[in-house]
T-cell receptor
């Protein structure tokens, strides 16, 4: 009953460093997405994918890259971390039943 | 661009009282979601509303959808402390899920 698995749960980066946030789902969902959550702003969509090999930008894509080589995995890459990217990141997947399943989140601090 | 507005942003309620959270959205959508989030936790799905007039209930929570008014409500009946959390509505449009800013609900004994 894994659902959506995100790693790591916590991460501290220095400004300018790069890293990849991992997201994997075992429900065979075609749709996957990444959100960031900042205090008082709800969740904002970064990137999403409707299937393997297909990705598109959301509301706040700058500074982030994604790829979708398999149905199961949807990693989010920070190219050169900035303090403005300090946030909590959630990955979500959705299948034919319309519901979205969220991962447990990654709390990222950029110093 | 789809915009989702929730109100109120903060809500303090006494136990056993009733209250309603409102969610307005700006463009036509076929799906509306309600989520609960506890501090430091992920989002827990409460309701998925798929059609005009849809009403769903789970315990002390009831959600409804009026697609013509572009309005959803989350009604809390006889609140209890366990319902203290932040509640989000989210609307699906063009394969993107747009969230409201959330309502932080605090139940006061």
């Amino acid at each position: 009953n894994a659902g959506v698995t995100q790693t790591p749960k916590f991460q501290v980066l220095k400004t300018g460093q790069s890293m990849t946030l991992q997201c994997a789902q075992d429900m065979n969902h075609e749709y996957m997405s990444w959100y960031r959550q900042d205090p008082g702003m709800g969740l904002r969509l970064i990137h999403y994918s409707v299937g393997a090999g297909i990705t598109d930008q959301g509301e706040v894509p700058n500074g982030y890259n994604v790829s979708r080589s398999t149905t199961e995995d949807f990693p989010l890459r920070l190219l050169s971390a900035a303090p403005s990217q300090t946030s909590v990141y959630f990955c979500a997947s959705s299948g034919v039943a319309y519901g979205y399943t969220f991962g447990s989140g990654t709390r990222l601090t950029v110093v | 661009e789809l915009k989702v507005e929730q109100n109120p942003l903060f809500l303090s309620m006494q136990e056993e009282k009733n209250y309603t959270i409102y969610c307005n959205y700006s463009t036509t959508s076929d799906r509306l979601y309600w989520y609960r989030q506890d501090p430091g936790k992920s989002l827990e799905s409460l309701f998925v509303l798929l059609s005009n007039g849809a009403v769903k209930q789970e315990g002390r929570l009831m959600a409804s959808l009026d697609t013509k008014a572009r309005l959803s409500t989350l009604h809390i009946t006889a609140a209890v402390h366990d319902l203290s959390a932040t509640y989000f509505c989210a609307v699906n449009g063009n394969e993107k899920l747009t969230f409201g800013t959330g309502t932080r609900l605090t139940i006061i004994p």
